[in-house]
């Protein structure tokens, strides 16, 4: 009764024979006419802006949804607007999470549990922020923060930029979530982002009016519809293909501040092209192209985070390049890859065996292109001997002139950014440091 | 070329293995068994592993003691589906569009079945394997998939999965019996999850040391005995050292070959380092070998043989 009472606050209205309280009923039917159409309506339109896919013919199908299966207690009511609104497996945390945070805000499910259960539902305060959080959040309560002060982005335990260890430090660790803005300004610079040597040729034809080659399997199809009359020329020319993309991410302690951006840098260009392999490494070498598969991007992080034993650790880039190319350069390097390798080069371990590294390196590849964020400032000097070390053996070194936003790296990867680049002009300071 | 005399395929395991031994052909027993279980499945068997480890062999092998025919499909990036399934004789089609044309009776749709008739179609490895008579299917051999790109990948898991072909103009080719495939591939590429399931999955290991002497044995007879188990444990070693690559069993069998050739029966370290080459193809790991690291091998080679005797 104390339910039924409940339903009707919500709703408006109740129909059914519970009303008059002669059977208990488990399932109560709510009425189109009250809110509950709209509260839908709302949420739907909450996860809409955390980037789901939701148009309005789900919007009323999971009206309808709700109004045919009635509502039988949260967990129902979870799964049925899931039903409809959940089409992608990605979607699911997002959902989860919007659900959570909306019928909460609302008080709405939550009053309802409440009233008819005895036990007060959990709301323990959760240490980790759940995947898709802050994006949802944001999403919900737009317009009422802005007095809020921006949450720290990536929480970092020991600030050990410029210096770099060798020894194996293993640390977790917890990355801000990504904002919708982020994610759509993400996809929006990779796919702009014009690598340098970006396109190979295969083997294989596309038709083209303006190719240079004959097609002759489409010019008898096309003669034969035509009963031989006429045999037409047609063209086609040889197809381009993005070759595989290698990406190796130095996430030691001088280069914690920036794994954030190239997670989510990797998460963006695993979605936007077909062969992309990612690898950290910081004191030992872990592939994350799995993770990175997972198509929502702050799930993807999380996954990362937990496969990542050495975040922001010592460092021993030598290692852990000898570890790729003794166990992954002739899996992943195949058709031509291009290998980005970000790290600022500060080595201390074994340098000669670094150099050799490098070298073996840039023999298995198309092109290597070295990534530094170091080389943004002006005073920079080939001085370490790490970096000496590997100068010589990379196609391109480019700058990174801010690390703080994605579209900053995108665009110094870019192949319009090319000034600058051509390795050489770093040799002839490197040497003076050798002597 | 001698007729095929096509046999039924082996009915237990122990009758794959001693298929595979009567054609020379060492395996140990995981491998007969998953060879056993994909030709009682007719399910594709898919091999992987290092370059070197004799898994082309495996189809040649079988093809020879089942005497079926052996169709092998190399694939190579950029290979698409005039070169892997068919294509059509273009040449001959337009002077037999000539030809009618000429004769006066042009009628449309006769044409059409006369220009793409079988006559002029040009049959690659895929359509090839799709031939077979009942009880005498082809070995399909598909060599090194990983150096195709995936949209081959792609149209190969509906060959696999239905073992038809469909030519637009012609129809659609069905395989009387599905031709037993073997596909290898070297793992310069993960192949996808999707065309692995499909298959039964086997890893080609390197062979250990019993089965490597029964190898070279086999296929270099001549080799003096002392030479070969010299050989077989030097190149055991050797894959125990930390290489770029470590030699596989087709170069343990061009070396003990070589060392024959050059009448040696017994190692010594000159003889290594002037032949090291058969062995290694990285200068890195030659230069290693070459240094020091060869001598002390071959003596605990020695050591250990002697302690065997």
Same mark, same amino acid.
């Given at each position: 009764?104390?339910?039924?009472?409940f339903l009707?606050l919500?709703?408006?209205?109740v129909?059914?024979?519970g009303?008059?309280?002669?059977?208990?009923i488990t399932?109560a039917?709510?009425?189109?006419?009250?809110?509950?159409a709209?509260?839908?309506?709302?949420?739907a339109?909450?996860?809409?802006?955390?980037?789901?896919?939701?148009?309005?013919?789900?919007?009323?199908?999971a009206?309808?949804?709700v109004?045919a299966?009635?509502?039988?207690?949260?967990?129902?009511f979870?799964?049925?607007?899931?039903?409809?609104?959940v089409?992608?497996?990605?979607?699911h945390?997002v959902?989860?999470?919007?659900?959570?945070l909306?019928?909460?805000?609302?008080?709405?499910?939550e009053k309802?549990?409440?009233?008819f259960?005895?036990?007060?539902?959990?709301r323990?305060? @959760? &240490?980790? +922020? =759940? %995947?898709a959080?802050?994006?949802? /959040?944001?999403?919900?309560? !737009?317009?009422?923060?802005?007095n809020?002060?921006p949450r720290?982005?990536?929480?970092?335990e020991v600030?050990?930029?410029?210096?770099a260890a060798?020894?194996e430090v293993?640390?977790?660790?917890?990355?801000?979530?990504?904002?919708?803005a982020?994610?759509?300004q993400?996809?929006?610079?990779?796919?702009?982002?014009?690598?340098p040597?970006?396109?190979?040729?295969?083997?294989?034809?596309k038709?083209?009016?303006?190719?240079? @080659? &004959?097609? +002759? =399997? %489409?010019?008898?199809?096309?003669? /034969?519809?035509?009963?031989? !009359?006429?045999?037409?020329?047609?063209?086609?020319s040889?197809?381009q293909?993005?070759p595989?993309?290698v990406?190796?991410?130095?996430i030691?302690?001088?280069?914690?501040?920036?794994?954030?951006?190239?997670l989510?840098?990797?998460?963006?260009?695993?979605?936007?092209?077909?062969r992309?392999?990612?690898?950290?490494?910081?004191?030992?070498?872990?592939?994350?192209?799995?993770?990175?598969?997972h198509?929502?991007?702050?799930?993807?992080?999380a996954?990362?985070a937990?496969?990542?034993?050495?975040?922001?650790?010592?460092?021993r880039?030598?290692?852990?390049?000898?570890?790729?190319n003794?166990l992954?350069?002739?899996?992943v390097?195949?058709?031509?890859?291009?290998?980005?390798?970000?790290?600022d080069?500060?080595?201390?371990?074994?340098?000669?065996?670094?150099?050799?590294?490098?070298?073996?390196?840039?023999?298995?590849?198309?092109?290597?292109i070295w990534l530094?964020?170091?080389l943004?400032f002006?005073?920079?000097?080939?001085r370490a001997?790490?970096?000496?070390a590997?100068?010589?053996?990379?196609?391109?070194?480019?700058?990174?002139?801010?690390?703080?936003?994605?579209?900053?790296?995108?665009?110094?990867?870019?192949?319009?950014?090319?000034q600058?680049?051509?390795?050489?002009?770093?040799?002839?300071p490197?040497?003076r440091?050798?002597? | 070329?001698t007729?095929?005399?096509?046999r039924?395929?082996?009915?237990s395991?122990?009758?794959?293995?001693?298929?595979?031994?009567?054609s020379?052909y060492?395996?140990?027993?995981a491998?007969?068994?998953v060879?056993?279980?994909s030709?009682?499945?007719?399910?594709?068997?898919?091999?992987?592993?290092?370059?070197?480890?004799?898994?082309?062999e495996?189809?040649?092998v079988l093809?020879?003691?089942?005497g079926?025919?052996?169709?092998?499909?190399q694939?190579?990036e950029?290979?698409?589906?005039?070169?892997?399934?068919?294509?059509?004789?273009y040449a001959a089609?337009?002077i037999?569009?000539r030809?009618?044309?000429?004769?006066?009776a042009?009628?449309?749709?006769?044409?059409?079945?006369?220009?793409f008739?079988?006559?002029?179609?040009?049959r690659?490895?895929?359509?090839?394997?799709?031939?077979?008579?009942?009880?005498?299917?082809p070995?399909?051999?598909?060599?090194?998939?990983?150096?195709?790109?995936e949209a081959?990948?792609?149209?190969?898991?509906?060959?696999l999965?239905?073992f038809?072909?469909?030519?637009?103009?012609?129809?659609t080719?069905r395989?009387?019996?599905?031709p037993?495939?073997?596909?290898?591939?070297?793992?310069?590429?993960?192949i996808?999850?999707a065309?692995?399931r499909?298959?039964?999955y086997?890893?080609?290991?390197?062979?250990?040391?019993?089965?490597e002497l029964?190898?070279?044995?086999?296929?270099v007879?001549?080799a003096?005995?002392?030479?070969?188990?010299?050989?077989?444990?030097?190149?055991?070693?050797?894959?125990?050292?930390?290489l770029f690559?470590?030699?596989?069993?087709?170069?343990?069998i061009?070396?003990a070959?070589?060392?024959?050739?050059l009448?040696?029966?017994?190692?010594?370290p000159?003889?290594?380092?002037d032949?090291?080459?058969?062995l290694?193809?990285?200068?890195?790991?030659?230069?290693?070998?070459?240094?020091?690291?060869g001598?002390?091998?071959l003596d605990?080679?020695?050591a250990?043989?002697a302690?065997?005797?």
């Amino acid at each position: 009764m104390r339910r039924l009472r409940f339903l009707s606050l919500l709703w408006g209205g109740v129909r059914g024979r519970g009303m008059t309280g002669a059977a208990p009923i488990t399932v109560a039917r709510p009425d189109p006419e009250g809110r509950m159409a709209d509260n839908i309506v709302y949420f739907a339109r909450a996860l809409r802006k955390a980037g789901m896919r939701v148009g309005p013919a789900s919007v009323k199908d999971a009206i309808e949804a709700v109004l045919a299966a009635g509502i039988g207690g949260r967990d129902d009511f979870y799964w049925t607007l899931h039903s409809v609104l959940v089409s992608r497996h990605e979607d699911h945390a997002v959902f989860d999470e919007a659900f959570r945070l909306y019928w909460k805000s609302r008080e709405l499910v939550e009053k309802m549990l409440a009233m008819f259960s005895p036990v007060a539902p959990d709301r323990r305060e @959760r &240490v980790k +922020p =759940r %995947a898709a959080e802050n994006r949802v /959040s944001q999403a919900l309560f !737009e317009g009422q923060q802005k007095n809020r002060l921006p949450r720290e982005v990536p929480e970092i335990e020991v600030d050990a930029r410029f210096t770099a260890a060798g020894d194996e430090v293993l640390r977790g660790k917890d990355f801000a979530q990504m904002s919708a803005a982020e994610i759509a300004q993400a996809k929006k610079a990779i796919s702009e982002l014009r690598l340098p040597f970006d396109l190979v040729t295969t083997r294989r034809f596309k038709p083209d009016p303006h190719g240079r @080659r &004959v097609d +002759p =399997r %489409a010019m008898m199809r096309s003669a /034969s519809r035509m009963g031989g !009359e006429l045999i037409l020329p047609k063209f086609r020319s040889a197809r381009q293909v993005h070759p595989p993309l290698v990406v190796l991410a130095d996430i030691s302690g001088s280069m914690s501040q920036y794994s954030r951006i190239f997670l989510h840098f990797l998460h963006a260009l695993t979605e936007k092209r077909r062969r992309v392999h990612a690898f950290v490494f910081g004191t030992r070498l872990t592939n994350l192209s799995r993770q990175m598969r997972h198509r929502d991007p702050d799930e993807a992080l999380a996954d990362c985070a937990l496969a990542v034993k050495d975040w922001s650790g010592g460092t021993r880039i030598g290692e852990a390049l000898a570890e790729f190319n003794r166990l992954w350069s002739r899996r992943v390097l195949g058709q031509g890859a291009i290998v980005l390798l970000i790290t600022d080069g500060l080595e201390r371990d074994d340098v000669e065996g670094l150099a050799g590294e490098v070298e073996r390196l840039h023999k298995s590849c198309r092109r290597l292109i070295w990534l530094n964020p170091l080389l943004r400032f002006d005073g920079f000097e080939p001085r370490a001997r790490g970096v000496r070390a590997m100068l010589p053996h990379v196609d391109e070194f480019r700058a990174v002139h801010n690390l703080d936003a994605l579209a900053d790296l995108v665009a110094s990867l870019d192949k319009r950014s090319a000034q600058g680049v051509d390795p050489r002009r770093w040799l002839e300071p490197a040497a003076r440091f050798a002597a | 070329m001698t007729e095929l005399k096509p046999r039924g395929l082996p009915q237990s395991i122990d009758e794959t293995l001693d298929l595979l031994t009567a054609s020379n052909y060492v395996a140990d027993r995981a491998l007969a068994t998953v060879l056993f279980l994909s030709l009682r499945m007719k399910r594709p068997l898919f091999l992987e592993g290092e370059a070197g480890v004799g898994k082309t062999e495996i189809a040649k092998v079988l093809a020879e003691s089942l005497g079926r025919r052996l169709i092998r499909l190399q694939c190579y990036e950029g290979l698409d589906v005039s070169s892997a399934v068919y294509e059509w004789n273009y040449a001959a089609q337009m002077i037999e569009i000539r030809m009618e044309e000429a004769s006066g009776a042009v009628e449309r749709s006769a044409m059409e079945r006369n220009v793409f008739s079988e006559k002029y179609l040009i049959r690659r490895p895929v359509l090839d394997a799709l031939t077979g008579k009942a009880g005498a299917a082809p070995v399909f051999l598909i060599d090194e998939l990983d150096r195709t790109d995936e949209a081959f990948e792609a149209f190969l898991l509906e060959i696999l999965s239905d073992f038809q072909v469909t030519v637009p103009e012609l129809g659609t080719i069905r395989a009387e019996e599905p031709p037993i495939v073997i596909i290898t591939t070297n793992r310069t590429r993960e192949i996808h999850d999707a065309l692995k399931r499909r298959c039964l999955y086997h890893w080609v290991d390197y062979p250990d040391a019993a089965r490597e002497l029964e190898i070279v044995r086999t296929k270099v007879p001549q080799a003096n005995s002392r030479l070969s188990a010299q050989v077989v444990s030097f190149v055991q070693r050797l894959r125990q050292i930390d290489l770029f690559k470590v030699p596989g069993v087709a170069e343990t069998i061009d070396w003990a070959g070589a060392l024959t050739e050059l009448d040696k029966i017994a190692l010594d370290p000159e003889t290594i380092s002037d032949t090291i080459g058969v062995l290694l193809k990285y200068q890195d790991d030659i230069a290693r070998i070459g240094q020091g690291e060869g001598r002390r091998i071959l003596d605990e080679v020695k050591a250990e043989l002697a302690a065997a005797e």
